[in-house]
């Protein structure tokens, strides 16, 4: 005697493996220029994002090193700046321990099937970089 057995497994590509990798280096005297040019960084972050480059001297080098974090994160997409994703729907946050992540317009979110991204920034001298890995979809 002997048992046939079809065992059908969901579709899991979606959600396990690497998507996507974006990664943006960006010169951190693009930034100093515009430090008080309110007009500019409510453009391009949130009143958050703002708040967080707080002042000083390393103000310029956290505005570029979340620049960068905004361009790689579209990179992962795999759709770029402009009219699938705006600036202003991509934040960087940090949790209580001050890591990094970003975090999408519910829009945002929604249109690119609800992503897992993770976030590395760093700056050093003349330039600030971002690595961002989509690493799979939440379950809507």
Known sequence: MSISLKLELPDLSKFAGIHGVGIDLVQISRFEHHLDDMRFLKRLF??????????????????????????????????GLGEKLGWREIETVKNEFGKPSILLSPEADKRHDYPILSLSMSHDGEYAIAIVILSGYKES
């Open 46 to 79: 949130s009143e958050r994002e703002i708040q967080d480059a707080g002042s000083g001297t390393q103000r310029a080098s956290r505005f570029a090193a979340r620049w960068a974090a905004k361009e790689a994160t579209a990179k992962a997409l795999g759709c």
